[in-house]
T-cell receptor, first 115, second 112 residues
Framework: DTAVSQTPKYLVTQMGNDKSIKCEQNLGHDTMYWYKQDSKKFLKIMFSYNNKELIINETVPNRFSPKSPDKAHLNLHINSLELGDSAVYFC??????????????FGSGTQLSVL | GDSVTQMEGPVTLSEEAFLTINCTYTATGYPSLFWYVQYPGEGLQLLLKATKADDKGSNKGFEATYRKETTSFHLEKGSVQVSDSAVYFCALSFQGAQKLVFGQGTRLTINP
């Protein structure tokens, strides 16, 4: 069984549309994250949730809204998609909020292309 | 703010060559340091880590030593294989910081 699974793997859509990416982890972890990887491979944190509560919001536009219905799921909804939103989005989880020893488990990514 | 800088890629080597991927960091204090690896079509996986100065992390033949004096955490492997082809990310984290800060990734290609 995949530890951190996200769907869809590929998402191609038009500017202005609204789309969602789903993420689920079966590791029993308390903390989940969304990271964005741009075309130059830079990987930056967007959000983190601990037990369904928002912990980190790294100055992400309001068009991005994470939702955590339970601690095993963290979905990412994006309104009014823009060309600059094209990237690979990674979901991740960890037992606790990231610290000196914490190991993150990543999903395989969702490649979003906005046309 | 805290940041991580890796050597520019892509890096292309022949099988059994010696590998070094440089990583330096800027941070106030002494973070924990990590190397993550991303194989084609997959998410990142933790490769190794070191939590204090002079610690050496190692896994799968890869090693990296936490050098406080040079704020570096260079990744090395004595003899690379084709299966090592991937993107490698250096990262740092502080206790209680609640996030990893990643470098820009270095793409490694190993030719047979």
């Amino acid at each position: 069984d995949t530890a951190v699974s996200q769907t869809p793997k590929y998402l191609v859509t038009q500017m202005g549309n609204d789309k969602s990416i789903k993420c689920e982890q079966n590791l029993g972890h308390d903390t989940m994250y969304w990271y964005k990887q741009d075309s130059k491979k830079f990987l930056k944190i967007m959000f983190s949730y601990n037990n369904k509560e928002l912990i980190i919001n790294e100055t992400v536009p309001n068009r991005f809204s994470p939702k955590s219905p339970d601690k095993a799921h963290l979905n990412l909804h994006i309104n009014s998609l823009e060309l600059g939103d094209s990237a690979v989005y990674f979901c991740a989880s960890s037992q606790q909020t990231t610290g000196a020893n914490e190991k993150l488990f990543f999903g395989s990514g969702t490649q979003l292309s906005v046309l | 703010g805290d940041s991580v800088t890796q050597m520019e890629g892509p890096v292309t080597l022949s099988e059994e060559a010696f590998l070094t991927i440089n990583c330096t960091y800027t941070a106030t204090g002494y973070p924990s340091l990590f190397w993550y690896v991303q194989y084609p079509g997959e998410g990142l996986q933790l490769l190794l880590k070191a939590t204090k100065a002079d610690d050496k992390g190692s896994n799968k033949g890869f090693e990296a030593t936490y050098r406080k004096e040079t704020t570096s955490f260079h990744l090395e492997k004595g003899s690379v294989q084709v299966s090592d082809s991937a993107v490698y990310f250096c990262a740092l984290s502080f206790q209680g910081a609640q996030k990893l800060v990643f470098g820009q990734g270095t793409r490694l290609t190993i030719n047979p």
